[in-house]
T-cell receptor
């Protein structure tokens, strides 16, 4: 158990809908990262937050957004969902900003868009 | 785009044998990390090697890094059935905090 929690574990929804994925980092970790894992694209970095501020952006679509709250938990919002958004979404956390650090991954949220 | 490319894509060995997985990358890096993922579950950090290091050991794991060839290898010695998983290399590019993952090597260890 990494200490990172994600909810829900599974999510099934329809195209065009909006969902929110939630992540609680390990106690004391200031950085939260979001990744998308799909069969064709592999594991793609989406976005990083550090102590409430956006730190780095990867291959995140404009339909997706995220935020980190004062208690350091984070939410990833996915809107206008398409079939291709079906994937495993992972959250990870690290102690500090990220340079040279271990990232601790949560168990993931499996999203299925029908 | 993928920074790291693992090779082979899949590897099947007998329990007790050694498993070697390779990773190649394209740009200058601060460090390279190896992660393991059991089917459909979260990734688990195995080992980090910095750009100024050439070799690192952790238990049955041995990682090498050749920055001139932009490549790394992960060796698992005396493999066990419980080592069956996918193994990913991840690179932290110079000047960046984010990790870029390869597509992974799927290792099967047959009892």
């Amino acid at each position: 158990d990494s200490g990172v929690t994600q909810t829900p574990k599974h999510l099934i929804t329809a195209t065009g809908q909006r969902v929110t994925l939630r992540c609680s980092p390990r106690s004391g970790d200031l950085s939260v990262y979001w990744y998308q894992q799909s069969l064709d694209q592999g594991l793609q970095f989406l976005i990083q937050y550090y102590n409430g501020e956006e730190r780095a952006k990867g291959n995140i679509l404009e339909r997706f957004s995220a935020q980190q709250f004062p208690d350091l938990h984070s939410e990833l919002n996915l809107s206008s969902l398409e079939l291709g958004d079906s994937a495993l979404y992972f959250c990870a956390s690290s102690v500090d900003e990220g340079a040279g650090e271990t990232q601790y991954f949560g168990p993931g949220t499996r999203l299925l868009v029908l | 785009s993928q920074q790291g490319e693992e090779d082979p894509q899949a590897l099947s060995i007998q329990e007790g044998e050694n498993a070697t997985m390779n990773c190649s990358y394209k740009t200058s890096i601060n460090n390279l990390q190896w992660y393991r993922q059991n089917s459909g579950r979260g990734l688990v950090h195995l080992i980090l090697i910095r750009s100024n290091e050439r070799e690192k050991h952790s238990g049955r794991l041995r990682v090498t890094l050749d920055t001139s060839k932009k490549s790394s290898s992960l060796l698992i010695t005396a493999s066990r059935a419980a080592d069956t998983a996918s193994y990913f290399c991840a690179t932290e590019r110079a000047g960046s905090y984010q990790l870029t993952f390869g597509k992974g090597t799927k290792l099967s260890v047959i009892p």
